[in-house]
């Protein structure tokens, strides 16, 4: 009896390596950075004034960029399931770290295309696939769990890179601030990915992550869904537009936020200090949705989160103090966070690990999709109306529509407990 008490609390105590997994997962979506709006908008000013590029321009450069680049969506999640994390991670670093060091020597509107196309192709595409599909693959007992430090991690790592960057775009220009940035990409992330990361769980480290009471597993996914049955689903499309609409408010405002500001009156330190508030805030929503989502519902976090940012847009119009554009950064961190969580955990949850690179490139392409279109609708009515309220109004009724849908669905097992 001793003996056999012994072997149970050694295997109570075994580390489980799908946690070094997650860290490079979260590390590698911290490396989709100069890919994804908010870090585009780190440089966008400088550049735009460097190149002689109008803002409508740009933001129809951005628009075509991402629309084409999220053609990687498809085919890469694919590539993971046969290949393994390994391998498709290492070489996307290494092509992202390359193209991001290219683009920091632009000269024309053309090759800006180009490289703008392939940084949102490489790095918000498929590196994002990538990266969320591996916590996914690890994990099914305590997803959850195991999405909410993803988050938190990865929080963290933005929180570092988004001020470090734009201090070095402020100091030393954009174009030594993106160069930079590729080559951390190249020494840093490829070499982490090659060194740490497994192809799969091994039989018996999977075993030991299932090996819990039935009515555990019972609250993750009961069964494996193909891309098919998962597209099927209505609650696929109310998850992944709700989220989306996420990322057509964040991009838009990312790239423009500077700009956003400005109208209202304020400077463009006010812009860093907000972006530095909406990280901790959505570090806090991240913490606050993972345990809610655990105890409770991923319904109830998304609904929460769309009607939380449908109140951020209607106040922003609005903000005239300090005080007031952090509120509503607050606001927007918090949504952020929840959502983060709810798109983060949803596909494992609900339709599982064997096909999960193949649903969540499609649900991807969704949110690039979306967020294409939201610095092209902000700044078509900014030029169409003097100001970007009408696009905020607009949006924010959008959200509750969203809030309303989520709130009747029908989700699958293993989503919510019973």
Partial sequence: MTHATAETRQAAWTFYYGWVVLGVAALAMVGTLPGRTQGLGLITEPLL??????????????????????????????????????????????????????????????????????????????????????????????????????????????????????????????????????????????????????????????????????ADRLGSSASDSTLIAALRSPAFWVVGIGSSLYGLVASGIGLFNESILAERGFAPEVYHRALAVIAVAGLAGNFVAGAWADRGSLRRVLVTALLLMSAALLALPHVTTIGHVMAQAIAMGLSGGFVMVVFFSFWGKAYGPTHLGRIQGVAQALTVFASALGPLLLAWCAEATGSYAAAFYMVAATLAAMALSALVVRMPLGVERV
């Avoid at 030393?172 to 951390?184: D, E, K, N, Q």
Wanted: aromatic letters at 8%.
């Fill in 49 to 214: 004034r460097d190149l002689g590029v109008d803002r409508v321009r740009f933001a129809t450069i951005n628009l075509v960029a991402t629309l084409a680049g999220s053609i990687f969506c498809f085919g890469i999640g694919g590539l993971v399931d046969r290949l393994g994390s390994r391998t498709v991670l290492t070489w996307l670093a290494v092509a992202l770290g390359a193209v991001v060091m290219a683009m920091s020597r632009v000269e024309r509107s053309v090759m800006l295309l180009v490289l703008i196309t392939l940084t949102r192709g490489l790095g918000q595409s498929a590196l994002s696939i990538v990266s969320l599909a591996m916590p996914g693959k690890w994990f099914r007992r305590r997803l959850t769990w195991a999405m909410g430090i993803y988050t938190f991690v990865m929080s963290v790592g933005f929180m570092i890179a988004f001020p470090v960057v734009g201090a070095l775009v402020l100091s030393r220009g954009w174009r030594v601030a993106w160069a930079a940035v590729g080559l951390s990409l190249l020494v840093g992330l490829a070499p982490v990915a090659w060194l740490l990361v497994r192809r799969e769980p091994e039989t018996n480290e999977s075993n030991a992550e299932m090996d819990a009471p039935m």
